[in-house]
């Protein structure tokens, strides 16, 4: 007989340099396992290195059960991957970089794509990167998600901070009480 | 009352008649209402809008997000927050235009801003009873205190008798002058000094400079005026709802509140995804998340005098019908978040 453990997990997305490798290595308790290669072309501009496949990160619960993090590579070309990560999580976080060119865009992008999830998995919004004040700010997101008529918990985060992701846990399981 | 800074009112799509009902209504309204309201086609402050017909119907589902639509028909077909009954009655027209004015006060922020004026000379004076009350009157707490400060555009400090000043306002910046403050982690001083009774706290007109300068010498931040509406209604509400509200009227939140403004703790955000989904009952809140309804009236309060809440019709379908199908895996996935969390915070 084969013993179907299911997989536990969280996953992370949101665009390049949002974030998300620096979230999961701040909670994960074993080295985030990754991909990361030095930029290429034109996005050798924003970040020394970037995502390729997926970041992978642990948390081992109380009865040796695994959380496992993941982190769905920043740039568009690899998107085909991100449904088949989603599958089966128990949560989804957006991360946004504020002070990305146009973020309120890249927050469309992952909404879009994500829009037939957003029921059923809860979902909550990071906005990243706030601290260097060279985004939109808060308001924006606020008003882009009005205009889409979608609900979502929604933070200026800072994924280097550990209470700040424990905020985001936080809301997500409160997401899953409201049946 | 101030009449040098009138409130002013607009129409969108009125027939003559209701027009002229208006503003004899407003008229005779006047004297029971202490600010000054005018009709000012130019720039108003609150649109009273005919959705009765074609046209202001389409001008409402086009602009009622902006929030300073009233809409004026027979029946409130449109769930409107703000509904006046046809024909317009004064007493009706009196309480909504006062509602308007506490559960709205933002809506005069933004043009007011625009005409500086710093010898306003306002009554601060207001006109309260000490008697511990079932319902929580805003207007007896420092809640009131930034609202007549930001309908009069008066720059004002706020002290209490035994500690330095504690809070600056300065309206026409939209903003709000004190110490650095951790909303997620807020002192018990802190609480203390935003549930203060109007009665504890004295209240200074003071010029703009002055508080430029205070705010260099001793390091003071900047906030958003919204954060201390919002910990003042938290703390000093003790429980009690605001006038005309029950632990059985059915609330929605209209977005997720910015805790990064708003003075919180990890209930609220429980509280808040109850609020968020879909409409629920303040008892249900209570009921579902094991908290206290004093809890959940407070959150409701200061969402409530942000404008961050949409009261939905009590007859609301509000039956949780997947809620037993679901709910397994819900419980399994709760637990699961529960075991997560612990991990995290070392509980
Ligand atoms: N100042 C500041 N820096 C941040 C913040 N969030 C992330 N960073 C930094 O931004 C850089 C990019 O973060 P990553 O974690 O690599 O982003 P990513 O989402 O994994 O990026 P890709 O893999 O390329 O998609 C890192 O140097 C982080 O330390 C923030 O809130 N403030
Ligand atoms: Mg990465």
Redesign the pocket.
Known sequence: MRIIVKEIKLVFT??????????I?TISEIPVVNT?VR?TDK?RLR?E???VAL?YGELTLDGGQKLKLY?T???QRFEYMWPIIIKGALGLII?V?DAADDPVADLAIYIKFFKSYLEDMPTVIGI?????KQGPGMPAYYDYLQNQDLQLPIFP????QREHLIMIIQTLAAMVEVV | MDITHPHNIATHALEKTDKIFLVSMLDIAQKNLDVYWVLNEDSPHIIFVNVDVPEGKAYWLANHTKNNLIALAQYNFLKADFFLEKPIRVQKLIDLLKRISTEAPHLFLKTEMASKNNDVDIDLVLDYSESETEVFDPSLYLTGLLIKAVQSRTAQRFSLANSSSFLFILPEQDSCFTKNLDFSNLTDEQKMCYRSHIKDIQTEVVNANTIASITQKQGLKKYPIESFLWASTLYASRGRLLTGYSTKSVVQLKRWPDFSIFAHDPEHFRIAAFMLKKPIRLETIALKTGLSIEHINNFFNAAMINQLIDIKSNNENITHKQAQKESTKATEKQSLFKSVLKRLTGE
Request: no cysteine; net charge negative.
């Open positions: 949101g665009s390049m340099g949002a974030g998300k490798t620096t979230a290595s990361d930029t996005a970040k290195t970037t995502t970041d982190g590579p920043g740039q991360l970089d990243t990167r706030t601290d260097l985060v800072d994924p280097r």
